[in-house]
């Protein structure tokens, strides 16, 4: 079993910056893709960046292509999301996802194919 904890998420004005972190416990997640989906109120939720198990490859969603970094760490056994020249429209909880895998190059890109969550974090963009 494996344990995803986020850490806080909080209100930043547009164009600021705000790193999430999310701490894995239960097995190395040097097993594991990991990713970054969100959700905003009344929408559906959708994947923002996916990282293979080695960190050699990444996905981002076009609309936070050259904004938002994801990576990984896998000593500390945390995954991180920066997201820089944030917009009101990147308002939503976002959750940490883990998908148990052998495949290193494996870099789902959907929801199902993940099997363990985090609790959610609420980021909040002002304008």
């Known amino acids: 079993q494996v344990q995803l904890v986020e850490s806080a998420g909080g209100l930043v004005q547009a164009g600021g910056s705000l790193r999430l972190s999310c701490a894995a416990s239960?097995?190395?997640?040097?097993?594991?893709?990991m990713a970054w989906f969100r959700q905003a109120p009344g929408k559906e939720r959708e994947l923002v960046a996916a990282?293979?198990?080695?960190?050699?490859?990444?996905y981002y969603a076009d609309s936070v292509k050259g904004r938002f970094t994801i990576s990984r760490d896998n000593a500390k056994n945390t995954v991180y999301l920066q997201m820089n020249s944030l917009k009101a429209e990147d308002t939503a909880v976002y959750y940490c996802?883990?998908?148990?895998?052998?495949?290193?190059?494996?870099?789902?890109?959907?929801?199902?194919?993940?099997?363990?969550w985090g609790q959610g974090t609420q980021v909040t963009v002002s304008s």
């Open positions: 239960g097995r190395t997640i040097s097993s594991l893709a």
């Open positions: 990282i293979n198990r080695s960190g050699a490859s990444t």
């Open positions: 996802a883990a998908d148990l895998t052998l495949l290193s190059g494996r870099l789902p890109t959907r929801d199902h194919e993940y099997d363990y």
